[in-house]
């Protein structure tokens, strides 16, 4: 059957959402699905309490705090609200944590990564007991979404698009994002010259008044100048999407966001062992994975669960190999009555990887700065 013979499963969420219909899948997502954004921090509540009885995270929210810290204080964002946010996290056992995430965007990204951030700011102004944190997906693969960025305009309803450089583009494709080399300031002042010319037209074109066409203007010059300023205090594409969506997010409008990086070292090695637990409950993993996505298909449902093979492996291996760029290799394994043996080839430079490990107890201590997560893990 193709997919385009079942439904929608967001259909079914938005009915439950919105309107309170019963269906396979709210039955399934009882107490998951939130009606309001009150009804929502009810339910992360309750779930909180559940998973306390069982948990003990105390290790790793102390690990948590300090990438927290140190990663705020790197990009001078440990603003007082900041602080008092960490503060709740690391003391306050009926603290919630809200992550916002997106992977960084040329430019800083539109308006639906800046609307994401707004939400999760007005969700802690609902309640004290929340504390919001940006989780930057800087593992992802550049594509075409991550280099560009739209912009709308009064004549054309697709609006226009600013992206980096072509030739850049050509080279990097398929690897890490963070990667991603800077453009020049030449080149960003290019750029900068195009959107104000659109832009230009746009405002002379929508309004009359000179004095709103002036204040639109002079906000159009400021936000260019944030993003430059930005661009001039970062090492890398990381470095730049952060120094912009957290100026805009702790210092103008003082919402105390934590910032993670996935790309950092000390958060790889909160992962592993998590990774670890996966591969040893390999084949539960994968039985508990196809089975729900049958479900779905039973139900006539388009699965969001991508179909999977038995080899699978839930996480990434980035290739070490300097050309590369930690380009993402995807891991098989094969299963023997005490071990696994794990492998992949980048296709870009011919680099074969694998290894074995314990099935009892796989270590992947030594290879920590290549592993990255994937949808499944």
Same mark, same amino acid.
Request: proline letters at 4%; one cysteine or more.
């Given at each position: +059957?193709?997919?385009?013979?079942?439904?929608?499963? #967001?259909?079914? =969420?938005? !009915? =439950?959402?919105?309107?309170?219909?019963?269906?396979?899948?709210?039955?399934?997502?009882?107490?998951?699905?939130?009606?309001?954004?009150?009804?929502?921090?009810? *339910?992360?509540?309750?779930?909180?309490?559940?998973?306390?009885?069982?948990?003990?995270?105390?290790?790793? /929210?102390?690990?948590?705090? /300090?990438?927290?810290?140190?990663?705020?204080?790197?990009?001078?964002?440990?603003?007082?609200?900041?602080?008092?946010?960490?503060?709740?996290?690391?003391?306050?056992?009926?603290?919630?944590?809200?992550?916002?995430?997106?992977?960084?965007?040329?430019?800083?990204?539109?308006?639906?990564?800046?609307?994401?951030?707004?939400?999760?700011? !007005?969700?802690?102004? *609902?309640?004290?007991?929340?504390?919001?944190?940006?989780?930057?997906?800087?593992?992802?693969?550049?594509?075409? &979404?991550?280099?560009?960025?739209?912009?709308?305009?009064?004549?054309?309803?697709?609006?226009?698009?600013?992206?980096?450089?072509?030739?850049?583009?050509?080279?990097?494709?398929?690897?890490?994002?963070?990667?991603?080399? #800077?453009?020049?300031?030449?080149? #960003?002042?290019?750029?900068?010259?195009?959107?104000?010319? /659109?832009?230009?037209?746009?405002?002379?074109?929508?309004?009359?008044?000179?004095?709103?066409?002036?204040?639109?203007?002079?906000?159009?010059?400021?936000? *260019?100048? #944030?993003?430059?300023?930005?661009?001039?205090?970062?090492?890398?594409?990381?470095?730049?999407?952060?120094?912009?969506?957290?100026?805009?997010?702790?210092?103008?409008?003082?919402?105390?966001?934590? %910032?993670?990086?996935?790309?950092?070292?000390? %958060?790889?090695?909160? *992962?592993?062992?998590? =990774?670890?637990?996966?591969?040893?409950?390999?084949?539960? =993993?994968?039985?508990?994975?196809?089975?729900?996505?049958?479900?779905?298909?039973?139900?006539?449902?388009?699965?969001?669960?991508? &179909?999977?093979?038995?080899?699978?492996?839930? %996480?990434?291996?980035?290739?070490?190999?300097? &050309?590369?760029?930690?380009?993402?290799?995807?891991?098989?394994?094969?299963?023997?009555?005490? +071990?696994?043996?794990?492998?992949?080839?980048?296709?870009?430079?011919?680099?074969?990887?694998?290894?074995?490990?314990?099935?009892?107890?796989?270590?992947?201590?030594?290879?920590?700065?290549?592993?990255?997560?994937?949808?499944?893990?």
């Amino acid at each position: +059957m193709s997919n385009d013979n079942f439904e929608d499963p #967001l259909k079914y =969420y938005l !009915a =439950y959402a919105l309107e309170g219909q019963q269906s396979w899948i709210s039955e399934g997502m009882k107490d998951l699905i939130p009606q309001s954004m009150s009804d929502a921090i009810f *339910l992360a509540k309750k779930r909180n309490r559940e998973m306390k009885k069982d948990v003990n995270n105390s290790e790793i /929210k102390l690990a948590l705090g /300090k990438i927290f810290e140190n990663t705020n204080s790197k990009y001078n964002l440990l603003t007082e609200k900041a602080k008092n946010h960490l503060d709740n996290f690391l003391t306050d056992n009926n603290s919630l944590s809200l992550e916002v995430a997106h992977q960084p965007k040329f430019l800083g990204g539109e308006r639906f990564l800046f609307n994401k951030i707004g939400c999760g700011a !007005a969700f802690a102004n *609902l309640d004290k007991d929340i504390v919001p944190f940006f989780y930057v997906a800087d593992y992802d693969k550049i594509h075409s &979404e991550l280099i560009k960025t739209k912009f709308s305009q009064s004549d054309s309803a697709s609006g226009f698009s600013i992206s980096i450089n072509p030739e850049i583009e050509k080279k990097f494709i398929g690897m890490r994002i963070r990667d991603l080399p #800077l453009p020049s300031v030449s080149y #960003l002042l290019e750029q900068f010259q195009e959107i104000k010319k /659109k832009y230009s037209n746009s405002i002379n074109s929508c309004l009359e008044d000179n004095w709103h066409k002036k204040l639109l203007e002079e906000r159009l010059e400021e936000a *260019l100048r #944030l993003i430059k300023i930005a661009h001039n205090n970062a090492e890398n594409y990381t470095d730049w999407f952060i120094n912009i969506i957290g100026i805009i997010s702790n210092i103008i409008f003082d919402q105390g966001y934590l %910032f993670i990086s996935a790309s950092d070292m000390e %958060f790889k090695k909160l *992962l592993t062992p998590f =990774y670890e637990t996966l591969l040893e409950n390999q084949n539960k =993993y994968i039985d508990t994975y196809m089975d729900l996505r049958n479900q779905f298909i039973k139900n006539n449902i388009r699965p969001p669960l991508r &179909e999977i093979r038995r080899d699978f492996v839930p %996480f990434f291996y980035e290739c070490n190999s300097e &050309e590369c760029y930690s380009r993402r290799l995807e891991l098989s394994c094969q299963e023997y009555p005490s +071990m696994i043996l794990t492998k992949c080839k980048c296709n870009h430079c011919g680099n074969l990887i694998d290894f074995s490990l314990e099935k009892d107890n796989p270590d992947l201590s030594e290879h920590i700065p290549f592993l990255t997560p994937r949808v499944e893990s």
